[in-house]
C-alpha cells in the first residue's frame, strides 16, 4: 500500500514564458472547499537571486490504478498585473511562504491527490521534543520516482526548540540532508494512526521547508556545512489562506 503522505506533494517546476527556469516542491492544503498550492515563497519569487517566474506547473496523477498516468497543471502567477500567490510578513520580516489558491474546476476529473487541512496542525497539547523524527516530502535536485511521479522523503529531526521563533524568526531548525529543490517540501511528523480525526493522513505538518542554514564564519576548507536547515512554522497557513480582501 502507498503511503497516502505521497500524494500531497507534487513536483513544481517554474517557468518564464516557456523557458523552464527551476524546479521546486510543495504540498496541497485544503480549508473546506478551498484548494491550495503551498510552497516557499523565494520559489514563486526572489529579489535575492533575480528569479521571477511567471508561472509554475504541477504534476498530477490522473489514475489511482496506474500512477505511470500525470498531467501538468500550469498555474499563471500573475493576472492583470496583480500576484495571484499570497504571502505574509511578521516583526522580523517576509515569511518564506507562498500560498496559491487552485480552481478544483482546473483539475483532471480523476486527479489523484491528498491534501493537508487545519486538523493536521499542531495544536498547543502535542508534544514536539527536542530530537523528534521528521520527515521532509519533497524533491531533492529533481529527484523522484520518474516512472510513478512520486516525491521521496528524508529524515530530519527537530533540532531547535519547537514553539520558540528560533533568534527571533518564524521558523525552527531540523537537522537533515536536504538540497536543492527541496524548498516548500512539508515537514511533518507521524501520529498514531486515527488520532485526530487524521483517519488515513496520520500526520502532523509542521512547517514547510525553506533553506539549508549556513554561517558566513564557516571556513570553507576546514568546517563541514552545519547540515540544519529552516522550516517556517505553518499555523501561519490559516492566516495566508483566508479569503482575499485585496
Known amino acids: 500500500m502507498i503511503d497516502p503522505l505521497l500524494f500531497t506533494a507534487p513536483r513544481l ?32 519569487h526572489d529579489e535575492a537571486s533575480e528569479h521571477y517566474p511567471d508561472r509554475i506547473e504541477i504534476e498530477i496523477h490522473t489514475n489511482a490504478e496506474n500512477l505511470a498516468e500525470s ?6 502567477l500573475y493576472e492583470d498585473g496583480k500576484s495571484v500567490w ?9 515569511v518564506d511562504i ?11 476529473e480523476t486527479a489523484v491527490f491528498r491534501a493537508f487541512t487545519p486538523d493536521h496542525l499542531i495544536t498547543p497539547g502535542d508534544p514536539v521534543e ?9 524533491f531533492p535536485l529533481g529527484f ?7 516525491p521521496v522523503v528524508r529524515q530530519a529531526v527537530v533540532a531547535s526548540s519547537f514553539g ?20 516548500g517540501a512539508p515537514v511533518v511528523m507521524r501520529v498514531n494512526d486515527g488520532a485526530g480525526g487524521l483517519d488515513d493522513l496520520p500526520w502532523k505538518l509542521l512547517g514547510v521547508h525553506s533553506a539549508r ?19 517556517w512554522y505553518a499555523d501561519i497557513l490559516l492566516t495566508l489562506t483566508k479569503p482575499d480582501d485585496r
Open 98 to 108: 507562498a500560498v496559491i489558491e487552485i480552481d478544483r474546476a482546473a483539475l483532471p
Open 144 to 150: 523522484h520516482d520518474t516512472l510513478h511521479h512520486l
Open 86 to 94: 499570497h504571502d505574509g510578513a511578521d516583526g522580523s520580516g517576509v
Open 213 to 231: 542554514l549556513d554561517i558566513g564564519t564557516r571556513d570553507l576548507q576546514l568546517d563541514e556545512a552545519l547540515g540544519l536547515n529552516c522550516a
Open 164 to 183: 520558540l521563533r528560533f533568534q527571533g524568526e518564524g521558523y525552527f531548525l531540523t537537522d537533515a540532508r536536504t538540497h536543492r529543490g527541496t524548498s
Open 71 to 76: 498531467t501538468g497543471l500550469s498555474i499563471l
Open 13 to 44: 517546476f517554474t517557468f518564464d514564458g516557456q523557458r523552464h527556469l527551476t524546479n521546486a516542491s510543495g504540498f496541497f492544503f485544503s480549508i473546506g472547499e478551498r484548494l491550495f498550492l503551498i510552497t516557499s515563497r523565494h520559489v514563486v
Open 130 to 138: 527536542i530530537g523528534s523524527s521528521l520527515l521532509v516530502v519533497g
